[in-house]
């Protein structure tokens, strides 16, 4: 059987099948800021869900650059916008 992993969205605290939620990474050695990396990508992440309003909040509020530790990012809504799409 199966385990089924969890995580936690940033913006409304839902938890969530990590599948279903959108992984945006801040890589450790370059400290670039990759949207749904792969699972060799090493680094600090956050979870969002796959809707708009949730994506808004967070980026709107500034939670997802307190979690990732960075300063706010030019077109990360449009990196994360192209995944959904």
Do not use: H, W
């Not at 969890?6 to 279903?20: H, P, Q, V």
């Not at 680094?43 to 979690?67: D, L, P, Q």
């Amino acid at each position: 059987m199966k385990r089924i992993n969890f995580r936690k969205c940033i913006a409304c605290g839902k938890m969530e099948n990590k599948l279903e939620l959108i992984k945006i990474t801040r890589e450790y050695k370059t400290k670039n800021i990759v949207v749904a990396p792969d699972n060799n990508t090493f680094g600090r992440s956050a979870y969002i869900c796959k809707n708009e309003i949730c994506i808004n909040n967070a980026i709107r509020k500034g939670k997802i650059f307190k979690v990732l530790r960075v300063k706010n990012i030019n077109n990360l809504f449009e990196k994360i916008k192209a995944v959904l799409n």
